[in-house]
Nanobody, 124 residues
């Protein structure tokens, strides 16, 4: 059974940093040719992709406003994917979700399993 559990959200001041973690189980990110992605949904807005990573594509940027500020990394030993966020802005406030696309590329945008989300609030 595939499970994804996000953590690391919280309240941060503008210009601050956070690292979100997504611990996954039920598949091997290093062996399954899966893609791991981060998404977010702000109040009253649709969910949007942030970043994705796969062994075949490397890193895929979905969100132009995150370029140069956010990055994604994977620890295949700990079965965890991270979202590193720097220079956070109030408009980054959202619930952040991780997701996995099993045997699919980031470009497919077809994610099979989702975590429950973690709240990030950027405010002074």
């Amino acid at each position: 059974q595939v499970q994804l559990v996000e953590s690391g959200g919280g309240l941060v001041q503008p210009g601050g940093s956070l690292r979100l973690s997504c611990a996954h189980s039920g598949f091997s990110s290093s062996q399954s040719r899966s893609s791991l992605g981060w998404f977010r949904q702000a109040p009253g807005k649709e969910r949007e992709g942030v970043l994705c990573i796969s062994s075949s594509e490397g890193i895929t940027h979905y969100l132009d406003s995150a370029k140069g500020r956010f990055t994604i990394s994977v620890d295949n030993v700990q079965n965890t994917v991270y979202l590193h966020m720097n220079n956070l802005k109030p408009e980054d406030t959202a619930v952040y979700y991780c997701a996995v696309a099993i045997f699919k590329r980031c470009a497919s945008n077809e994610f099979d399993y989702w975590g429950q989300g973690t709240q990030v609030t950027v405010s002074s």
